[in-house]
């Protein structure tokens, strides 16, 4: 349901060395992603806290982690192996176009003298190869390296301040690439005032790339839109979707009575049945259960405490079902689990749950809420007793008829919970390292202290506590407009929800 996952990141990803062939058959363009650029964030009159956030020194130490990493994975290598400190401060653009043999454009506005450095260097490693071409009688100077090989044509140039690659088979170079941004034309869908602009046609993307994912199996294309308002940042994202769908017909059965204050997060999705249905070993774990038909996930502002509560008329029956094959799959995938944990069963009440690992308790539990059954699973056996939920939380989910998706959160709460929760999970689950003694290392306190904080893992969790102050609300809804249509849109702090900064901050951090 969350498509603002890094998107920078995910663009660069898809731009990497494993880019298709360069090949294009047709005019149709399949991505096209555009970057406003940190300098011009910056330069904004709106956004406050983004703008904030990104004026840190330790912001500055991500920033370049994020391109050293970019580099140090050879996502980029058709720039070099050389991180370039100033990719991310202006424009970046990408484009695929063709669907059976797709061209490739990649850009970045990083300046005359650093994009020149950039091109003479790379074409001294093969300056006897391709055709050198410099165009005559222009203000900015303009050069373009030209090589083919196996019917493929890879050009690498630069003016204007671009640094530009792009690739395309001998066919024909498609009229829709922006070849001609190092000669001063502007992308056709100009960034303006918006920080991420971004269209993709999901089916023609995954068989370009062998790879797809299965809660977008239904989706045609996306068109999504990253802005700066007031001081937050909005997100509007229209999705098209392949056949027709019914993401209403689910009524909202809400359990106010079930979900208390104080919350840092909650999570609501009506029309459930398929997220589960789509699950890896949900047949395995369920094999005669029901899907929820509403599923709520929530973490109370306390370490650790994370539910979720999926709506089930069969819940009591299913529990202890569900236990077994949980405990089951558990012992089939996860063999040298560090802790093997204990299944244990309330005879007193509908409750399994698991007992072994330090800090959690992973229980599975029905309970009921004005008539309605819940299968609700947590992360510890007690549950805080607490306060009715604000009337306009509820109000915000229920009054929408076209709603389906809800999400509420302090980013900046909820984002702890996650950086100590999935280590933790992970940990359990992972078969325990040897324990290898060496000598004693030579190193004061304060070397030893010097040489953690100094590593990009340091560096990244320090930037995200230091974060926290610009982390405050962040709203995500999903409509359905038509049976073939959806409308995401977001209002956060910085534009990312804190499961997506933790992603981010993972995938730097080297542990993804």
Same mark, same amino acid.
């Given at each position: 349901?969350?498509?603002?996952?890094?998107?920078?990141?995910?663009?660069?990803?898809?731009?990497?060395?494993?880019?298709?062939?360069?090949?294009?058959?047709?005019?149709?363009?399949?991505?096209?992603?555009?970057?406003?650029?940190?300098?011009?964030?910056?330069?904004?009159?709106?956004?406050?806290?983004?703008? @904030?956030?990104? *004026?840190?020194?330790?912001?500055?130490?991500?920033?370049?982690?994020?391109?050293? #990493?970019?580099?140090?994975?050879?996502?980029?290598?058709?720039?070099?192996?050389?991180?370039?400190?100033?990719?991310?401060?202006? +424009?970046?653009?990408?484009?695929?176009?063709?669907?059976? *043999?797709?061209?490739?454009?990649?850009?970045?506005?990083?300046?005359?003298?650093?994009?020149?450095?950039?091109?003479?260097?790379?074409?001294?490693?093969?300056?006897?190869?391709?055709?050198?071409?410099? @165009?005559?009688?222009?203000?900015?100077?303009? +050069?373009?390296?030209?090589?083919?090989?196996?019917?493929?044509?890879?050009?690498?140039?630069?003016?204007?301040?671009?640094?530009?690659?792009?690739?395309?088979?001998?066919?024909?170079?498609?009229?829709?690439?922006?070849?001609?941004?190092?000669?001063?034309?502007?992308?056709?869908?100009?960034?303006?005032?918006?920080?991420?602009?971004?269209?993709?046609?999901?089916?023609?993307?995954?068989?370009?790339?062998?790879?797809?994912?299965?809660?977008?199996?239904?989706?045609?294309?996306?068109?999504?839109?990253?802005?700066?308002?007031?001081?937050?940042?909005?997100?509007?994202?229209?999705?098209?979707?392949?056949? +027709?769908?019914?993401?209403?017909?689910?009524?909202?059965?809400?359990?106010?009575?079930?979900?208390?204050?104080?919350?840092?997060?909650?999570?609501?999705?009506?029309?459930? +049945?398929?997220?589960?249905?789509?699950?890896?070993?949900?047949?395995?774990?369920?094999?005669?259960?029901?899907?929820?038909?509403?599923?709520?996930?929530?973490?109370?502002?306390?370490?650790?405490?994370?539910?979720?509560?999926?709506?089930?008329?069969?819940?009591?029956?299913?529990?202890?079902?569900?236990?077994?094959?949980?405990?089951?799959?558990?012992? #089939?995938?996860?063999?040298?689990?560090?802790?093997?944990?204990?299944?244990?069963?309330?005879?007193?009440?509908?409750?399994?749950?698991?007992?072994?690992?330090?800090?959690?308790?992973?229980t599975l539990r029905a309970v009921?809420?004005? #008539?309605?059954?819940?299968?609700?699973?947590?992360?510890?056996?007690?549950?805080?007793?607490?306060?009715?939920?604000?009337?306009?939380?509820?109000?915000?989910?229920?009054?929408?008829?076209?709603?389906?998706?809800?999400?509420?959160?302090?980013?900046?709460?909820?984002?702890?919970?996650?950086?100590?929760?999935?280590?933790?999970?992970?940990?359990?689950?992972?078969?325990?390292?040897?324990?290898?003694?060496?000598?004693? *290392?030579?190193?004061?306190?304060?070397?030893?202290?010097?040489?953690?904080?100094?590593?990009? @893992?340091?560096?990244?969790?320090?930037?995200?506590?230091a974060a926290r102050q610009y982390?405050?609300?962040?709203?995500?809804?999903?409509?359905?407009?038509?049976? *073939?249509?959806?409308?995401?849109?977001?209002?956060?702090?910085?534009?990312?929800?804190?499961?997506?900064?933790?992603?981010?901050?993972?995938?730097?951090?080297?542990?993804l």
């Amino acid at each position: 349901m969350k498509y603002f996952i890094c998107l920078l990141t995910i663009a660069f990803l898809w731009a990497g060395t494993t880019a298709p062939a360069a090949q294009a058959a047709n005019e149709e363009e399949i991505l096209s992603f555009h970057f406003t650029g940190i300098k011009n964030i910056k330069r904004s009159n709106k956004g406050t806290q983004l703008k @904030e956030l990104l *004026k840190l020194p330790l912001s500055l130490e991500v920033q370049k982690i994020l391109i050293d #990493k970019l580099f140090k994975t050879k996502t980029i290598s058709f720039l070099g192996d050389k991180p370039i400190p100033n990719l991310l401060d202006n +424009e970046i653009y990408i484009q695929i176009i063709g669907e059976e *043999k797709p061209a490739f454009l990649f850009a970045a506005k990083i300046g005359s003298s650093e994009a020149q450095k950039i091109f003479n260097s790379l074409r001294a490693k093969e300056k006897n190869a391709g055709t050198l071409k410099t @165009e005559q009688n222009t203000v900015n100077k303009e +050069e373009t390296w030209t090589r083919t090989q196996d019917g493929t044509t890879k050009v690498l140039g630069y003016g204007c301040g671009w640094i530009i690659y792009y690739t395309y088979s001998q066919d024909q170079l498609p009229k829709k690439l922006a070849v001609n941004l190092i000669h001063g034309q502007q992308p056709a869908d100009k960034i303006l005032n918006n920080i991420v602009l971004m269209d993709l046609k999901v089916p023609l993307l995954s068989k370009i790339f062998g790879k797809s994912c299965p809660l977008l199996k239904n989706v045609e294309s996306i068109s999504l839109r990253a802005w700066p308002e007031e001081e937050n940042i909005r997100l509007s994202a229209r999705t098209l979707l392949i056949e +027709e769908a019914d993401m209403l017909s689910q009524n909202w059965n809400l359990p106010t009575n079930i979900i208390t204050d104080p919350l840092s997060h909650l999570t609501a999705i009506r029309n459930s +049945e398929k997220i589960f249905e789509n699950m890896p070993h949900w047949n395995e774990i369920a094999p005669q259960a029901n899907a929820p038909k509403q599923l709520y996930i929530y973490n109370y502002d306390v370490p650790f405490y994370t539910i979720l509560l999926g709506s089930s008329e069969t819940a009591p029956a299913d529990v202890p079902k569900m236990g077994n094959g949980i405990t089951a799959c558990l012992s #089939k995938y996860f063999p040298e689990i560090r802790n093997p944990l204990q299944f244990a069963v309330n005879t007193n009440n509908v409750e399994v749950g698991w007992v072994g690992w330090p800090m959690l308790t992973p229980t599975l539990r029905a309970v009921s809420d004005n #008539k309605q059954n819940y299968l609700m699973a947590g992360t510890v056996a007690a549950l805080p007793k607490g306060t009715p939920l604000a009337p306009e939380l509820w109000n915000a989910i229920s009054k929408n008829p076209k709603l389906f998706f809800y999400s509420w959160e302090l980013t900046g709460h909820t984002l702890p919970q996650w950086q100590m929760l999935f280590p933790l999970v992970k940990m359990e689950l992972s078969k325990p390292e040897p324990i290898v003694r060496t000598g004693r *290392k030579d190193l004061t306190k304060e070397k030893t202290a010097a040489s953690k904080n100094s590593s990009p @893992e340091s560096k990244v969790f320090n930037w995200t506590i230091a974060a926290r102050q610009y982390l405050g609300n962040c709203i995500t809804r999903a409509e359905q407009t038509s049976p *073939k249509e959806l409308l995401i849109e977001r209002n956060a702090s910085i534009g990312l929800s804190s499961l997506e900064l933790w992603i981010l901050t993972e995938w730097l951090s080297d542990r993804l």
